[in-house]
């Protein structure tokens, strides 16, 4: 899913000739655009979230350089959101900022396709980080494991969501669908209101499992989250059960920040795609657009404001604190809770939350 916008089929997306050279910006005649203040507005709105979202994904990175005890094996999967999240910034926020302050896309249908492609690339990574997140908090509370830290999987898990979203973004510069200009005409994304049957079931296909399969292992993998966290409320103390909560309290509202981002702009692509001509104006399209935009820096701050390892780490990089550095390199002994699952069958079916690797 890329990070633009589209708007309906007024002309604002389309794909390029392959042997036309000319700039993208030259929309057929008719096409709506931002007035000059929308584009001010747009350019404000888009310099603020590469500012902050560049920004604050640095500081992620450098709190996982300066602090080992926040190198956890979970925590690799939140340092590949942070550098996905901080590429987007760097790479295609940029160029949309720019085109903003002109009013027309200003890099030629190579750069489109080039900017379509990694926002695309690097939107997808997240969200499979945050799939991967969500059933390792979910096998954390219904698998026992007396194993330490294990750096293996998480490093495969990375590795596999950076190929398959690369398995998805990479069809439309081969030739199925394509990558054109979008919304108010500054950014590009997939050609959501291509006209054939290649680019439909690109779409769909895109769609199923790039946001739908996603979202629903999410939804069940937090839904027994939920359901185990009530089993270890009936066997902890108050303080304990405080702790548990605040736990599933960080992970879900990193997952439903990203899908508030990110569900308005698949409902518009659908539209876009799917509905009658024109059903999409140039202002409906810019908003979604910013919203998904908006994920790259709202993430670290839930990171650093939810997790208190995270937190306190931060208070000692701008010391704002009277901890020492090396008490941010001192790791906390894991308390390990096991319950049983199910009531029913007294058996070794066991849950286990490491309040070291919940953190």
């Not at 926040?70 to 926020?93: E, H, K, W, Y």
């Not at 769909?204 to 292992?217: A, D, E, H, R, S």
């Not at 359901?227 to 605040?246: C, F, L, P, S």
């Not at 990171?303 to 990089?317: G, S």
């Amino acid at each position: 899913m890329d990070r633009g916008m589209f708007s309906g089929q007024t002309g604002l997306n389309f794909s390029f000739n392959q042997s036309d050279d000319r700039e993208p910006d030259d929309t057929p005649a008719g096409s709506a655009k931002l007035s000059q203040a929308g584009f001010v507005v747009l350019s404000v709105v888009l310099g603020f979230i590469m500012t902050f979202g560049f920004l604050n994904n640095f500081v992620v990175l450098i709190l996982f350089c300066k602090f080992k005890k926040l190198r956890t094996p979970v925590n690799m999967l939140l340092l590949n959101i942070s550098v996905s999240d901080m590429l987007v910034c760097l790479f295609g926020t940029t160029l949309s900022f720019a085109s903003s302050i002109r009013g027309r896309w200003l890099l030629g249908r190579g750069g489109c396709s080039w900017y379509g492609f990694i926002n695309s690339c690097f939107g997808i990574v997240s969200l499979i980080s945050l799939v991967i997140l969500s059933y390792d908090r979910y096998s954390t509370l219904t698998v026992y494991n007396k194993g330490g830290l294990n750096y293996r999987k998480p490093l495969l898990a990375v590795g596999g969501s950076w190929l398959y979203s690369l398995f998805w973004t990479v069809p439309p510069l081969l030739g199925w669908s394509s990558y054109g200009i979008e919304g108010a005409g500054t950014s590009c994304s997939v050609s959501w209101t291509a006209n054939t049957a290649q680019s439909h079931a690109y779409i769909i296909c895109l769609f199923i499992f790039c946001l739908g399969l996603p979202v629903l292992v999410m939804i069940y993998c937090y839904s027994r989250l939920l359901w185990a966290v009530k089993q270890v409320g009936k066997v902890r103390k108050t303080a304990a059960r405080k702790r548990e909560y605040h736990i599933l309290f960080m992970v879900l509202t990193t997952a439903a920040c990203y899908l508030l981002c990110w569900m308005p702009y698949g409902v518009v692509a659908m539209m876009a795609t799917f509905g009658p001509p024109n059903i999409i104006s140039p202002v409906a399209s810019v908003v979604p657009s910013l919203l998904a935009k908006s994920s790259t820096v709202i993430n670290p701050l839930i990171y650093i404001l939810m997790n208190k390892q995270f937190y306190r780490c931060f208070l000692i990089l701008f010391h704002c604190d009277h901890w020492s550095s090396e008490n941010g390199n001192t790791s906390i002994p894991s308390k390990t809770t096991v319950i049983p699952l199910n009531r029913r069958i007294y058996t070794n079916t066991v849950a286990q939350i490491s309040t070291d690797n919940a953190n």
